[in-house]
Nanobody
């Protein structure tokens, strides 16, 4: 079975370092996306990395967040930022086993498997 596990969430000061990781088991060579949901708001795509290495960022995080694949383990993904208070929310990693169906890499509809989320509080 495919499993995704996020780690690295918690409380961080604005301008501090946020480093989230997502470990994928049961599958390899996946397209990976990071999503978040702030209190009272809809879930939104943050960043995505395709099998080819192509990266897409949401306009709201462009230049502030970095998504990457571990150079030693293709099943480990990271999201790194120096966050602001508006970045508070529950962060989810998601994986797609197939090619994107037209909604785009930042759409939740494109992803088949999801982690349980990790809570991030920025103050």
């Amino acid at each position: 079975q495919v499993q995704l596990v996020e780690s690295g969430g918690g409380s961080v000061q604005a301008g501090g370092s946020l480093r989230l990781s997502c470990a994928v088991s049961g599958a390899g060579h996946v397209c990976m996306g990071w999503f978040r949901q702030a209190p009272g708001k809809e879930r939104e795509g943050v960043a995505a990395i395709e099998r080819s290495g192509k990266i897409t960022y949401a306009d709201s995080v462009l230049g502030r967040f970095t998504i990457s694949r571990d150079n030693a383990k293709n099943t480990l993904y990271r999201l790194i930022s120096n966050p602001s208070p508006e970045d508070t929310g529950i962060y989810y990693c998601a994986a797609s086993m197939t090619a994107y169906g037209g909604y785009g890499p930042l759409s939740a509809y494109e992803y088949n498997y999801w982690g349980k989320g990790t809570k991030v509080t920025v103050s």
